[in-house]
């Protein structure tokens, strides 16, 4: 068995309990040792593994022999892979393999892959029987540093992004950078789109990390994720729900680039690469708003360049399908949206009422144009 690394622990302080984050390398074969040392769960308990199609060859093995192991008797359940899956119909496939494996509330599940699996098996676990424990292993970038905490669960609708949901806070997570090693160079690199974003928002040191970096650096890589992790753990305690200003500011670049994700069509384009155009157009915005020198756009739009992320919005994506799907997003009430704006890298602030409106969000998208051919 490889030697387990337990490089940090964090603890996510979330309203209904806290819980641990572990950060490290070679985590997976340790999971229900982890899993026993916490009262949520019973001893011989049934729990499922889900998991999409893709990570399952890769990392599924594992978990399933630990949790065996030590007595659980762990189900597989694989989906496939794809933005397509988050569906309220897969959601209801997933709880008929939970049902078929006979697990009661004593049960739990483990949510092993990226952002689509944690936020379907998280959305699943929250509403069988009420609510069941889960555990989180993700094994990409972008759920490493921000989807698998904070508790957010969720499908899409045809109308949009994760507009139904929940707050579920995992009962642990484990984060083991190992397994990013098997990511496609694209797949790894649309990560930083959100690590850029806790730059930008939250640490300007951080930026000068992103920028030195090389994939293969192993050490460097577990402190970037460490780091992020610490970021979106303490905005997470600071507003857990979303209601105070605070966790609003994580959606940076997130109100553009869900409506040119879902203007693209799911799939065309992946979920970091969307951020990243969103980014650029809420950089373009702070510049004529919040005061953003253009020495910080320009590192901003560097920063994402350096991890090979679209900065210029292709002529296939028309303006007003952007703002249709904009118009349908539920960071808008009423019509209006608290934007996120950088006055520098490091800091953020939500748009006064009024300050921004659809009109200012139009401009942004015509500015982050590729030049005509
Ligand atoms: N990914 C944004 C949030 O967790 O609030």
């Known amino acids: 068995m490889p030697t387990s690394l337990v490089a940090v622990?964090?603890?996510?302080?979330?309203?209904?309990?806290?819980?641990?984050?572990l950060v490290g390398r070679e985590l997976l074969p340790t999971v229900a040792a982890r899993v026993c040392e916490l009262s949520a769960f019973r001893p011989r308990a049934r729990c499922v593994v889900v998991t999409d199609s893709v990570v399952a060859p890769l990392h599924a093995e594992p978990v399933l022999q630990s949790l065996s192991a030590a007595g659980f008797r762990p189900h597989l359940a694989v989906f496939p892979a794809g933005e397509g899956s988050k569906s309220?119909?897969?959601?209801?496939?997933?709880?008929?393999?939970?049902?078929?494996?006979?697990?009661?509330?004593?049960?739990?599940?483990?949510?092993?892959?990226?952002?689509?699996v944690g936020d379907l098996?998280?959305?699943?676990?929250?509403?069988?029987?009420?609510?069941?424990?889960?555990?989180?292993?993700?094994?990409?970038?972008?759920?490493?540093?921000?989807?698998?905490?904070?508790?957010?669960?969720?499908?899409?609708?045809?109308?949009?992004?994760?507009?139904?949901?929940?707050?579920?806070?995992?009962?642990l997570v484990l984060v083991d950078v190992a397994t990013l090693?098997?990511?496609?160079?694209?797949?790894?690199?649309?990560?930083?789109?959100?690590?850029?974003?806790?730059?930008?928002?939250?640490?300007?040191?951080?930026?000068?990390?992103?920028?030195?970096?090389?994939?293969?650096?192993q050490d460097a890589l577990l402190q970037i994720i460490h780091r992020n992790l610490e970021i979106k753990a303490e905005i997470v305690a600071a507003d857990e729900y979303e209601?105070?200003?605070?966790?609003?500011?994580?959606?940076?670049?997130?109100?553009?680039?869900?409506?040119?994700?879902?203007?693209?069509?799911?799939?065309?384009?992946?979920?970091?690469?969307?951020?990243?155009?969103?980014?650029?157009?809420?950089?373009w915005l702070s510049a004529e708003r919040a005061g953003l020198s253009s020495g910080d756009r320009?590192?901003?739009?560097?920063?994402?360049?350096?991890?090979?992320?679209?900065?210029?919005?292709?002529?296939?994506?028309?303006?007003?399908?952007?703002?249709?799907?904009?118009?349908?997003?539920?960071?808008?009430?009423?019509?209006?949206?608290?934007?996120?704006?950088?006055?520098?890298?490091g800091q953020a602030r939500l748009s006064l009422p009024d300050e921004v409106g659809l009109e200012d969000i139009r401009r942004a998208i015509e500015a982050i144009r590729a030049p005509a051919a």
């Open 9 to 21: 622990s964090l603890e996510v302080q979330a309203r209904c309990h806290p819980y641990q984050v």
């Open 88 to 116: 309220m119909a897969q959601a209801a496939a997933v709880a008929e393999e939970l049902i078929g494996h006979g697990l009661d509330r004593h049960g739990f599940v483990v949510a092993l892959g990226g952002g689509v």
């Open 298 to 345: 320009d590192l901003i739009t560097q920063s994402l360049r350096r991890y090979g992320l679209p900065t210029a919005l292709s002529p296939e994506i028309s303006t007003e399908s952007i703002l249709n799907s904009l118009r349908r997003d539920k960071k808008f009430e009423s019509g209006a949206v608290r934007f996120v704006l950088t006055p520098a890298i």
């Open 121 to 171: 098996a998280g959305f699943v676990a929250s509403i069988y029987q009420r609510g069941i424990p889960y555990v989180q292993i993700p094994t990409t970038v972008v759920s490493q540093v921000d989807s698998a905490i904070g508790g957010k669960t969720g499908v899409n609708t045809a109308s949009g992004k994760n507009l139904l949901g929940s707050f579920h806070p995992p009962a």
């Open 181 to 217: 090693a098997t990511l496609p160079e694209r797949e790894f690199n649309e990560g930083f789109a959100e690590i850029i974003k806790h730059a930008v928002i939250r640490d300007r040191p951080l930026m000068r990390s992103i920028l030195d970096f090389r994939r293969g650096d």
């Open 243 to 283: 209601r105070l200003g605070v966790r609003a500011l994580l959606n940076f670049g997130h109100t553009v680039g869900h409506g040119i994700e879902q203007a693209a069509g799911y799939g065309r384009m992946l979920h970091g690469e969307a951020i990243s155009l969103g980014m650029v157009a809420a950089a």
